[in-house]
Nanobody, 121 residues
Framework: VQLQASGGGWVQAGDSLRLACEAS????????MAWFRQAPGKEREFVAA????????LSPGSVKGRFTMSRDVARNTGYLQMNTLKPEDTAVYYC???????????????WGQGTQVTVSS
């Protein structure tokens, strides 16, 4: 299965953006999908994840209430809805897939290419 992330761009603080991660080459059933982000000079950071079969989301406190992850099983696509964006959200956002939902990048074996999100103040 390959993952293709899209939807990044340049926005102003307070704006919203929706990222998409399409899984191709096979069904994503039985996996979990996650989003991570990496800002320049910083380590990769967990953003959100979702269990594909149940749609149960997982988000850390830093983005909870602003970012929401969902999925469209028929389209084999996961989404990250980002609201009230802040300059500190600027990063390359990566989608990932793995057998278990987790906060940790090492748990995911499939990675998309990343999409840049830039938030100006």
């Amino acid at each position: 299965v390959q993952l293709q992330a899209s939807g990044g761009g340049w926005v102003q603080a307070g704006d919203s953006l929706r990222l998409a991660c399409e899984a191709s080459g096979g069904t994503f059933s039985g996996y979990a999908m996650a989003w991570f982000r990496q800002a320049p000079g910083k380590e990769r950071e967990f953003v959100a994840a979702i269990t594909w079969s149940t749609g149960t989301p997982l988000s850390p406190g830093s983005v909870k209430g602003r970012f929401t992850m969902s999925r469209d099983v028929a389209r084999n696509t996961g989404y990250l809805q980002m609201n009230t964006l802040k300059p500190e959200d600027t990063a390359v956002y990566y989608c990932a897939g793995g057998e278990l939902i987790s906060y940790y990048a090492d748990a995911y074996t499939m990675w998309g290419q990343g999409t840049q999100v830039t938030v100006s103040s």
